[in-house]
């Protein structure tokens, strides 16, 4: 059992945020379908969740996100969002 105080509590709201994807804004701009996702090795259930702007997928996911969309860091196909910061803008 854990033992949550106050300051655990607080740190981890502290961590908690939003996951935005950037994937339905870099299949526009490169002009593709979510089929060329299913082309790079995803399921379709999977590239049309992603093609929606879902965020509930695997790293290999993410692996293979980045390795389509040929960019160099993963802040370019997901950011995360803290709550503060997601409250402001």
């Known amino acids: 059992m854990s033992n949550l105080t106050a300051d655990t509590i607080e740190l981890r ?3 908690m945020g939003t996951i ?3 994937v339905p804004e870099l299949l526009k701009k490169n002009g ?3 089929m ?3 082309r790079k090795g995803m399921s379709v259930d999977t590239a049309y969740r992603l093609a929606e702007g879902d965020v509930n ?3 290999r996911i993410l692996k293979l996100l980045c390795e389509a969309f040929e960019v160099g860091d ?3 196909v997901i950011t995360f969002v803290k709550s503060d910061e997601a409250k402001t803008s």
């Open 74 to 76: 993963v802040s370019e």
């Open 36 to 38: 060329v996702l299913v």
């Open 32 to 34: 593709w379908s979510p």
């Open 57 to 59: 997928f695997s790293i």
């Open 13 to 15: 709201e502290a961590f």
């Open 20 to 22: 935005v994807s950037h």
